[in-house]
Nanobody
């Protein structure tokens, strides 16, 4: 089974940048998609971005397009989320996730990290 651990969260000013990392271990060859989700206080968990770890195709929710970039370093088994032009609305706990090829890039993730807090002050 794949184990995921997020890091890199913190407190930043609006307009600033932050880079999240997700270190994967275990049966990483079983992973097809890697993704980032977030959950703001009182809100449902929201898909943020995903990447096809085989073909390097990327997918983003509309609210982060042009500001966030998902990437991966397969040699390090690490997933990244570069967040630029941060807004107060980006404040949330960010989770990385992984799964096989079934269900497309947005849903049906079965492996989750513990989450890392991102707080954007205004």
């Amino acid at each position: 089974q794949v184990q995921l651990v997020e890091s890199g969260g913190g407190l930043v000013q609006a307009g600033g940048s932050l880079r999240l990392s997700c270190a994967a271990s275990g049966r990483t060859l079983s992973t097809y998609y890697g993704a980032w989700f977030r959950q703001a206080p009182g809100k449902e968990r929201e898909f943020v971005a995903a990447i096809n770890l085989v073909g390097s195709n990327t997918y983003y929710t509309a609210s982060v397009k042009g500001r966030f970039t998902i990437s991966r370093d397969n040699a390090k088994n690490t997933l990244y989320l570069q967040m630029n032009s941060l807004k107060s609305e980006d404040t949330a706990v960010y989770y990385c996730a992984s799964k096989g090829p079934g269900g497309g890039p947005v849903g049906h993730y079965d492996t989750w990290g513990q989450g890392t807090q991102v707080t954007v002050s205004s």
